[in-house]
């Protein structure tokens, strides 16, 4: 080392610092690529993706060049700087000690933290033009590498550690929630809304969705014809449930359109209001959402009456419930459904007491528990444990829930308060 000349040895010392650089700032990177991005990038053909990822399948391959190239960068740097101490300030304890303490300084500095901040932060920019020269440098250190990984698994069985090579790793489905909530700069925030509805749906059934059996639009069948036109000139809905004499005793399904003709003519019974039906639709209580869109899609309906275990109606649920779970609130609205139903200017909204609490927490923005009732009256005679007198609350969260009309032991309109600032998770009740 003493035989070359200073600009040799300066020019040597500069190289190699840049090469250990090279190295720590390739393995940052690398190991710090997003794999759905870099997936993504594949697909759209770019070379030094493919590259990239190629080498990260042979990680064991990757890293042992890598760490191949530092050390050896970094040893010949100590080498060349001791050298080049000892030739100018003489070979004692001293000039080594501050030699070495140079060259820590130097590696520290120019080859780990800077360079690995960079590669940190830029890993896309630095991995993809640097897996072209790390795919030729395993090749070279090929032989070297797989003798060193020999060694590094033998050692490893030693200890009991062994290495699964190409497992794929599985993202949960909270993982990928996590990850969609996260997205929220690169991602607008209605695709964001509706691929956190879709993760949502796996825990929901058909009862949370539906419409309640007391707000169904129906037909009954005994009805007189006067009854059955007016009805039918003034329903809201394309499609109604018929029934005959009490809404467990579906008959069929009424295309609205169907009964144009009859509303046309002077008179028409029951027997040709029958002749236009379809199958009615049932559905088990309790069946997924997830699993019912299946079901809509296979059977080619849109419209299926939710029954119990005994046959009896417990609602209606159609396509479109299921959609707005997905897309959110459409624009239309329907018998039962609250086209107002948004907060006035003192923070209040009054609703009736057969108000869905999805629909509610949808709409309002508020956070009732969904994990009992699925009607704000059911919540609030669970919470209270009896059928309370008027003017009694209940507080849940940042929402004071107001009794104002109670019929027939049901509670028959609620006012909801919301307070500006959310109270503590659990909810207590006080008297007017």
């Not at 169904?216 to 000139?233: F, G, N, P, S, W």
Request: charged content about 20%; overall charge negative.
């Amino acid at each position: 080392m003493e035989s070359l000349p200073l600009w040799a040895q300066v020019s040597a010392l500069f190289i190699l610092l840049l090469l250990s650089a090279f190295f720590s700032i390739s393995e940052t990177s690398m190991m710090a690529l997003n794999r759905h991005r870099l997936s993504h990038l594949v697909r759209k053909g770019r070379r030094g993706a493919k590259l990239a990822t190629e080498l990260l399948g042979q990680t064991e391959n990757l890293l042992g060049t890598i760490l191949l190239g530092n050390n050896v960068a970094n040893t010949a740097l100590t080498a060349i700087v001791t050298s080049l101490a000892i030739s100018h300030f003489g070979n004692n304890d001293r000039v080594v000690l501050v030699a070495s303490s140079i060259v820590a300084l130097l590696i520290i500095i120019f080859c780990e933290i800077t360079p690995k901040i960079f590669g940190a932060t830029y890993p896309e920019r630095i991995a993809l033009p640097a897996s072209v020269v790390l795919k030729a440098l395993m090749k070279l250190a090929a032989p070297f590498v797989w003798t060193v990984n020999l060694i590094v698994r033998g050692l490893l069985l030693m200890f009991g550690v062994r290495t699964a090579g190409g497992q794929e790793t599985r993202l949960s489905p909270e993982e990928l929630r996590t990850i969609v909530l996260d997205s929220g700069h690169f991602m607008p925030h209605k695709h964001r809304s509706i691929l956190l509805n879709l993760f949502d749906l796996e825990h929901i059934t058909v009862d949370d969705v539906m419409v309640p059996r007391s707000r169904i639009e129906a037909l009954d069948i005994d009805a007189t014809e006067k009854h059955l036109r007016e009805q039918l000139i003034t329903c809201y809905h394309n499609k109604m449930p018929v029934y005959e004499g009490e809404i467990n005793r579906v008959v069929g399904v009424l295309h609205v359109r169907r009964a144009l003709g009859l509303l046309q003519r002077e008179a028409f019974d029951a027997a040709e209001l029958r002749e236009v039906l379809t199958e009615p639709y049932f559905i088990p209580s309790g069946t997924p959402v997830f699993k019912q869109l299946q079901f809509f899609q296979e059977n080619r309906q849109r419209l299926g009456m939710v029954v119990d275990e005994y046959g009896e109606v417990l609602g209606l649920v159609t396509l479109e419930d299921i959609i707005e779970e997905i897309v959110g609130e459409f624009t239309t609205t329907g018998p039962g459904r609250d086209s107002g139903l948004e907060w006035e200017d003192d923070d209040t909204v009054m609703l009736e007491g057969t108000a869905i609490l999805r629909e509610i927490n949808r709409r309002l923005g508020t956070r009732l528990p969904l994990d009992g009732p699925r009607t704000l009256n059911g919540l609030l005679l669970e919470a209270l444990q009896e059928l309370p007198e008027a003017d009694v609350s209940v507080r849940f969260g940042n929402v004071v829930a107001e009794i104002t009309q109670i019929e027939n032991r049901t509670i028959r309109s609620v006012r909801l308060h919301r307070l500006a600032h959310p109270a503590e998770a659990r909810h207590g009740h006080t008297g007017a």
